[in-house]
Nanobody
């Protein structure tokens, strides 16, 4: 199977930056689309950014121009560079990867990393 481990969360001041990373491991044949989601207590998990296997990216309107998603296929990682952070960026950030293994193709989730933006 596939394991995803996120890192890089923490506390940042408004206007600051954080870089999140998600590392995949396991019996992976191919990682297809990779996504970052954000969840705030009491609200639905929302898509922040996505990147396909051909490096096509997509962003939520609220983060466009401030957040960049990238991937390193050799290292099986997906990164989220977050700049000009706002308090509303606070949340638990999850990585989701669609991966192909010998057992088939499916989505996998990480355990989440907390981002708090506060002065």
């Amino acid at each position: 199977q596939v394991q995803l481990v996120e890192s890089g969360g923490g506390l940042a001041q408004p206007g600051g930056s954080l870089r999140l990373s998600c590392a995949a491991s396991g019996s992976i044949i191919r990682i297809n689309e990779m996504r970052w989601y954000r969840q705030v207590p009491g609200k639905q998990r929302e898509l922040v950014a996505a990147i396909t296997s051909s490096d096509t990216t997509d962003y939520a309107g609220s983060v466009k121009g401030r957040i960049t998603i990238s991937r390193d296929n050799a290292k099986l990682t997906v990164n989220l560079q977050m700049n000009s952070l706002k308090p509303e960026d606070t949340g638990l950030y999850y990585c989701r990867c669609n991966a192909s293994t010998i057992f088939g193709r499916r989505d996998y989730w990480g355990q989440g990393t907390q981002v708090t933006v506060s002065s």
